[in-house]
């Protein structure tokens, strides 16, 4: 072998917990500079009619990304309510929860840092100097989730439940061997496209969190930058809902999964159960028939 090259084997880590949180961090923190950078560049160009899709698109983007960049070493979670999600259904070892969370939280704190160290100048400009979470000229909401005027507390927490609890429910899924599972290149747009779907419906009220990690790391980057403890204490101390109400959003969608989906489905993987036809496997029957010149028969759904 050439000395002159790089040994990769030099630089691999040999634990293999620390490997997952190396992954989760780094999986976060691209997770929130798409989605933070999106939203800094609209807030501040002023032009907010209109953009919210591109704020979205962004969020989708980047939860794909970084699915596709940390799935094999760590499973991708990117949120602390899916680590305990997965805890409870014996797919991750409850030792790995706290690591998992506090390497997600700190990715999204460096994602943000990074985000506002890009745009500062633009922030500085936007809010004349003065960094706050009220007013025209706010900047906190670049950052970290805060509920609209007219929203309360109990709103705001029945808000989070509900996204986080139908994230949970749509993406329990997908690796179902019993159920139809997606194709292992499919599972990052899969996800991208659920979260898109449910921040395009559900984040009027109060920004649509969905993740501790997503909300208390920028948070603490803003508390750290220059907001002060108005972060924290601002909407009638508003910072818990988004990182209490996710967990119980995603234990309610995990039950729910469970109850309806998962303890109802056979025994066996769906291919020995050839009684079981979806519509892709009718559709193909059908166009395999008119191949053969054949006349399919009806299918009734």
Not at 98 to 111: K, R, T
Not at 268 to 289: G, M, N, R, T
């Amino acid at each position: 072998s050439n000395p002159t090259m790089l040994n990769p084997r030099l630089l691999r880590v040999r634990s293999a917990l620390i490997r997952q949180c190396m992954a989760e961090f780094l999986g976060t923190f691209v997770l929130i500079l798409f989605g933070l950078s999106a939203a800094a560049q609209v807030k501040t160009s002023r032009e907010t009619k209109g953009q919210t899709l591109s704020i979205h698109l962004s969020w989708a983007v980047g939860v794909m990304s970084a699915t596709y960049l940390t799935k094999g070493i760590s499973g991708a979670h990117l949120n602390p309510a899916v680590s305990l999600c997965f805890c409870i259904l014996g797919k991750l070892r409850w030792g790995q929860l706290l690591p998992y969370c506090v390497s997600q939280i700190f990715g999204a704190y460096v994602g943000a840092a990074l985000v506002y160290a890009l745009y500062y100048d633009a922030i500085m400009e936007f809010s004349g100097g003065v960094l706050t979470v009220y007013g025209p000229s706010e900047t906190a909401s670049i950052f970290a989730t805060y509920p609209t005027e007219y929203l309360p507390l109990g709103g705001g927490f029945l808000d989070q439940v509900v996204g986080t609890g139908t994230l949970l429910l749509c993406i329990l899924s997908l690796t179902e061997k019993r159920n139809a599972p997606a194709p292992p290149d499919l599972i990052a747009p899969i996800v991208a496209g659920v979260v898109l779907g449910i921040i395009m419906s559900m984040s009027a009220n109060c920004g649509a969190a969905l993740n501790p990690a997503r909300d208390l790391g920028p948070r603490l980057l803003t508390l750290t930058a220059g907001w002060g403890t108005e972060v924290f204490t601002s909407f009638n101390y508003w910072f818990w809902v988004p990182i209490v109400a996710p967990i119980i959003g995603a234990l309610t969608g995990t039950s729910l999964y469970l109850i309806f989906i998962e303890w109802q489905l056979p025994d066996e993987p769906q291919e020995s159960h050839p009684e079981i036809f979806s519509i892709s496997a009718s559709i193909k029957q059908s166009v395999a028939l008119w191949e053969k010149g054949e006349e399919p028969k009806s299918t009734h759904f």
